[in-house]
């Protein structure tokens, strides 16, 4: 019992919970059990206390995004991103507000902001909290900025390392609260484990990949302007996944240079030997795979994600729904289940511009043969004859067309955002218990 509670997901999900707010919170109680020698009043404590958090806060989101698989699975990736996000707002709030309260406590504590007359100490907390606010910026308004994703990657995380080691720095010269030497161990600790996160993530992991090169071996067009990447791996054994998994995608290129994309496998789950990705053209990198030659180098880190149903092995059925290239890992969903017979119902809602851009459509009939699979197909754009669905997927249709017993299935939904969010509205205006359904952003960043 005892064991099994300790595996269950939400149990896990749980004490990670705990943990990250221990971590997060461990500074302050070592404040709170050892303060300081001569109170200075409850302002200052609280904004010294505000600091701490967020400076804690900031340190934990190397762990965050270091794509541990325990902590990725227990929520899943865009979940982690999103509590990234949020967290790092409040981090940088906390930041503000901290030396906020002490100008306005301690109106003197202004000539701290004289920059060229100031003590290092203070000048590395100014320096500090505009990385900070930098990569707050240039995250949340990218797009507006023009920023492309790779610069924006490596800048977001130099000023990562700068904001934490400066921040850091900011601390240990204050002093007054990390006077105590073990004080100081535990500060270090935290942010050296973050910055060796960082260092294995950049250069350890992508080294390691270099030890398990893939080769390019078809690249194969498919409808609604899709390309099938198909890579072999070259003296290793590839890795088996969860269908509707995915992975990070170097070609032609070390991994060390950081330009990585995320895929969703759409092969087969159990055939480690050929792993096969559906990539639509949408820009720079995406644009140039038609033209990848066989025989040309790749590099996968993976697997990785929550998005699949082997999570869900005592569900009655499945509900898929798909919008464009969102086929992908509901494809590979579907064909694994199809390869292991599994006798339980499959529904496929598919939305798409036309006829023509239905990707794996003779694939998906084809599934019908070894799976109790229904799919419903949505067109924008019907030809004359089309009897089937037009329009969009909303609450009328996902009324029509999903089971009565909604909490006896997991519905998985992968589309673009507009898509995702009508979908989810529409499945819970249904009532269809919020733990059932299961989605897959790909607008990550
Ligand atoms: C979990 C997941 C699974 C995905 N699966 C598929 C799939 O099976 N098939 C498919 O066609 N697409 C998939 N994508 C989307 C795919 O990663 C992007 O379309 C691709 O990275 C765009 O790169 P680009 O240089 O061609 O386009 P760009 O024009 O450079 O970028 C377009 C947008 O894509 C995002 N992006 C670009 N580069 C990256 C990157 N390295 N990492 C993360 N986001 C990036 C950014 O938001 C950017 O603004 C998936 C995304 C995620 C997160």
Known sequence: MK????????????????????????????????PPPGGRGFWIEFSVALGFIGLAMMALQFVITARVNRIDSSYGIDILLQFHRYTSVVALLMVLVHPAILFIAQPETLQ?????????????????????????????WRKQLKIPYEPWRAIHTILAVLAVG?????????????????????????ILVSLWLIIYVRLVKPWLMTRKPYIVEEVLPQ???????????????????????????????????????????????????????????????????????????AYLDGPYGVFTIDRYWDSA???LIAGGVGITPIYSILLTAAQRRDDRPFLLIYAV??????????????????????????????????EGETGYVDRSLLAK???????????????????????????????????????EHFNLA
């Open 223 to 297: 409808q609604g302007d899709v390309w099938t990447l198909a890579l072999r791996p070259l003296g290793h054994e590839g890795f088996t996944f969860a269908p509707g998994q995915f992975a990070w995608l170097t070609l032609n290129i070390t991994p060390l240079s950081m330009r990585e994309h995320p895929f969703s496998m759409s092969s087969s789950g159990e055939c480690a030997d050929r792993i096969e990705f559906g990539i639509k053209a949408v820009g720079d990198f995406t644009s140039t795979i038609k033209d990848v030659q066989p025989g040309t180098k």
């Open 166 to 190: 400066l921040g850091f720095g900011h601390a240990l010269g204050v002093g007054n609260y990390l006077g105590l030497f073990w004080k100081v161990v535990l500060w270090s600790g935290i």
């Open 353 to 386: 511009a036309s006829w023509e851009d239905i990707t794996y459509k003779d694939e998906l009939e084809s599934f019908k043969e070894n799976l109790d699979l229904t799919i419903v197909y949505v067109l924008r754009k019907a030809h004359d004859e089309w």
């Open 112 to 140: 701290l902001l004289n920059f060229p007359q100031a003590p290092w100490r203070a000048r590395m907390a100014v320096l500090a909290t505009l990385a900070f606010l930098t990569m707050v910026i240039t995250t949340i």
């Open 317 to 319: 059925g499945f509900v």
């Open 401 to 439: 067309h999903i089971p009565r017993h909604r909490g006896s299935r997991h519905y998985f939904v992968c589309a673009a955002p507009v898509m995702m969010a009508a979908v989810e509205r529409g499945l819970f205006e249904l009532e269809v218990p919020v733990t059932n359904v299961h989605m």
């Open 3 to 34: 064991r099994l509670l300790m595996h269950s997901p939400i149990v896990v999900a749980v004490l990670w919970i705990v943990g990250y707010l221990l971590l997060t919170l461990l500074p302050l109680l070592v404040l709170l059990l050892y």
